[in-house]
């Protein structure tokens, strides 16, 4: 199959729903990028953002969502305080619990917390769950991680003088 058209039969009709809310909805304002991390920034530089945007809902107490400053407890400038770097969502389903302090354990609920405090939308059950199929479509392969090893000694002729 030619890959570079995309595979039309890769995502289910209620994955396509929640890739199409997801995007109405403003969530790729930020999640954005083949990562939904933002774009490529040079090595040292993050692409933050604040969260919570729309601060005075129930979830600021419920998830102490105003106790760490963020960004701001590392610079002291004022423009960093709440200022979170934005995450990738690939592979989302197996990095429960949710946010920097991992206070929302489920994926349906950080979706709901995102959209009011990011977005002021409310969502219906169904956009969650759309949503959520959407973002199970995220899972890939995990990179195989290879433990760097020093060079055999075997075989080397060590000189003793
Ligand atoms: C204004 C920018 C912005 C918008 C819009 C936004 N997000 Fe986020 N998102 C963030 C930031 C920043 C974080 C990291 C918060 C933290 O670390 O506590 C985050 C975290 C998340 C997480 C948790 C990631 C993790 O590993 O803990 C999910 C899931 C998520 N966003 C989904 C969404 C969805 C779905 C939408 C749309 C309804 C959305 N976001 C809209 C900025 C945004």
Redesign the pocket.
């Known amino acids: 199959m030619d890959k570079s058209k995309g595979d039309k039969t890769a995502l289910t009709v209620q994955q396509l729903k929640g890739m199409n809310t ?1 995007a109405e ?3 790729i ?3 954005s990028g083949p990562n939904f991390s933002g774009p490529n920034l040079p090595i040292g530089m993050g692409w ?4 919570p ?1 729309f601060t005075g809902s129930e979830y600021d107490d419920k998830y102490r ?1 105003m106790e760490d400053m ?1 960004r701001f407890e590392a610079t002291k400038k004022e423009a960093d305080k709440q ?7 690939r592979n ?1 389903l197996f ?1 429960a ?5 991992g206070a ?1 354990k489920t ?1 349906e609920e ?2 709901r917390v ?2 009011k405090t ?2 002021n ?1 409310d ?1 219906s059950d169904e956009q969650v769950q759309n ?1 959520v199929a959407f ?1 199970n479509a995220l899972t890939g392969e995990i990179p195989e991680q290879t433990m760097p090893r020093l060079p055999s000694l075997e075989g080397m002729s060590v000189v003793t003088e």
Do not use: S
């Open positions: 997801f909805l403003g969530c304002a930020c999640h933050f953002m604040k969260f945007t969502l963020g200022m979170w770097r934005v995450p990738t969502l989302i990095t619990p949710y946010f920097h302090n929302v994926l950080a979706v995102m959209a990011q977005l939308k969502l949503i973002l």
